[in-house]
């Protein structure tokens, strides 16, 4: 049977030569070495843990990989190396840093593929703004292409920038509404959570909007949308994301300590997959363990992609294009 | 029926849409890292042409069509359709004039063409790139002008009229790409 005649579409970020992917194989290994050199400047210490582990996140956003062991049981590969890391912590590691793997299942586009490298990192000590300042100066160091200022803004000020709306405030209706006019066929969808809402707006009319070859960062998140960020005095969460043109590249927290927010939102995450219909994760018993005999130090953790900071190094459409072997051919 | 979760979205995939048969050109996964999963998805309408832009949920699912594309011979027509015949099972099939569209003006005996079929019935009939014509009418050609510069009209044996070079008489053959509709050049019998 021959091939559709628009298959020149379905190669787009994989017709990528030879050379180019082992130039992309080279940078990842400067990457790699730059970013050690950075946490070693600044006295972080870096960690390795692990990737399989018999608890998961709870997040009803992420579908976790899950494995069985004959011997073990159900096993789950991370979604980020966030738990095992406030563990270290809560152990006395002090500010630690990790490049690691992290797996999610049915992730898998320009931007994401079901397996990724992340650089996440705790500072003691740090709260939102001096992290801020160390994210883009490693996004920086990595990717010295991007123009050197970035642009700090708040979730609120970005919505009302480019829809007119106040995310935090305005009713719901005007959300839909908002939603209806900018993105294409949303009446079709059903619209009715307004998280749902705003991250439909957020990822078609907010954040195409950023400049490219810069950096954004979009700071105090509605408290819906805090994961596990305290809330700061104006009672939003208190938490950026760091975007270059529309492509998140950071994520990062001025982190909750007490053991009481982690069981509450483990708990609120676990209700809202079961309301989905989605398997339950068993939570990290050990986490809320360590955290019940004392809070966790008061700390801001930070998870980059380095995937997709290597794309900006190398100027790549595609995450395929800088990586060994996408799922793919994986 | 088969049913396709926005996870298994990739370029080429036939999917229904508004009860029309659609192919997916673009597919992309936008996902604010703590958020929601969508599929922005580009659709050609098969029928029509039409590509439209569609948001889903990521894990939603819609109905598969039933859409193939075979090669098939072209065998003459009666004016109303234009009949194909598969060249390995020998089936006979008839496109009607939406079907054909622009193809019929390349259509000659035999030429093998790329039949988009929906549920069996032709959808659309993409001519082959390249099809060998001969000068059925053109003004008398002028000797020694091989600069191609300028160029005169000359109607083809399948009714197509198409720009050619000076040079080119009445019962030459040419190559065309059916795709610009442009000359190439002079075809050697």
């Known amino acids: 049977m021959p091939a559709p005649r628009n298959s020149a579409a379905s190669a787009r970020g994989r017709a990528v030569s030879r050379e180019a992917r082992l130039a992309a194989l080279r940078k990842r290994a400067t990457l790699l070495a730059e970013a050690r050199a950075f946490f070693g400047e600044r006295g972080y210490l870096e960690v390795e843990t692990p990737v399989l582990a018999r608890s998961g996140a709870p997040d009803a956003q992420l579908a976790q990989f899950a494995l069985s062991d004959p011997m073990l049981g159900a096993l789950y590969l991370q979604t980020s190396p966030e738990y095992a890391m406030k563990r270290l912590i809560l152990a006395g590691s002090g500010s630690i840093f990790q490049i690691t793997k992290a797996f999610r299942q049915g992730e898998s586009g320009r931007f994401h593929n079901p397996e990724f490298t992340l650089i996440e990192w705790y ?3 740090y709260d939102r703004e001096r992290l801020i300042i160390e994210a883009c100066a490693l996004i920086a160091r990595l990717a010295p292409s991007l123009h050197d200022k970035a642009r700090i803004v708040s979730y609120r000020e970005a919505f009302r920038e480019a829809l007119g709306i106040d995310p935090i405030e305005d009713p719901d209706d005007r959300l839909r509404d908002a939603a209806r006019a900018h993105v294409p066929s949303a009446h079709e969808l059903p619209l009715d959570d307004r998280d749902e809402i705003l991250d439909l707006l957020m990822t078609h009319a907010v954040a195409p909007a ?3 070859g810069a950096l954004t960062v979009v700071t105090d998140y509605p ?4 994961a596990l960020a305290r809330l700061n005095a104006r009672g939003l969460a208190d938490r950026f994301e760091i975007y270059q043109g529309p492509m998140e590249l950071a994520n990062g927290f001025h982190e909750a300590t007490r053991g009481g927010e982690y069981a509450q939102r483990f708990a609120t995450e676990a209700a809202k997959r079961r309301a989905r219909g989605l398997p339950d994760i068993p939570e990290d018993r050990r986490l809320l363990g360590a955290l019940a005999e004392g809070d966790l130090p008061d700390c801001a953790g930070c998870a980059l992609g380095l995937d997709r900071v290597l794309m900006l190094a ?11 072997f996408p799922i793919e051919r994986a | 029926m088969t049913t396709y979760s926005t996870n298994e979205f990739k370029n080429g995939l036939k999917i229904m849409l508004d009860a029309d048969p659609c192919a997916i050109i673009e597919n992309e996964f936008v996902k604010p890292g703590k958020g929601q999963a969508f599929n922005r998805v580009k659709i050609r309408n098969l029928k029509t042409g039409r590509v439209v832009e569609r948001t889903f949920k990521s894990g939603d699912t819609v109905e598969g069509a039933d859409v193939v594309d075979v090669e098939m011979q072209y065998l003459y027509s009666d004016g109303d359709f234009w009949y194909f015949m598969s060249p390995e099972t020998y089936e006979q099939l008839g496109a009607d004039k939406t079907a054909v569209g622009e193809a019929a003006k ?3 005996e035999q030429a093998l063409c790329l039949v988009t079929l929906w549920n069996g019935v032709p959808l659309s009939v993409a001519a082959p790139v390249h099809v060998v014509l001969k000068v059925t009418d053109t003004d008398p050609g002028v000797r020694g002008d091989t600069s191609g510069g300028g160029g005169k009209p000359a109607t083809l044996e399948t009714g197509a009229v198409v720009r050619v070079p000076l040079f080119i008489n009445i019962g030459d053959t040419l190559k065309i790409n059916t795709e610009t509709g442009e000359y190439i ?5």
Do not use: C, M, N, Y
């Not at chain 1, 408290?223 to 805090?226: I, R, V, Y």
């Open chain 1, 314 to 324: 190398v100027g790549a459409t595609h995450i395929d294009e800088v990586l060994a």
């Open chain 1, 210 to 212: 950023f400049p490219t």
């Open chain 2, 106 to 108: 390349w259509l000659k």
């Open chain 2, 185 to 189: 050049a002079r075809a050697k019998e």
């Open chain 1, 223 to 226: 408290p819906s949308q805090a």
């Open chain 1, 123 to 125: 500072g003691l000590g």
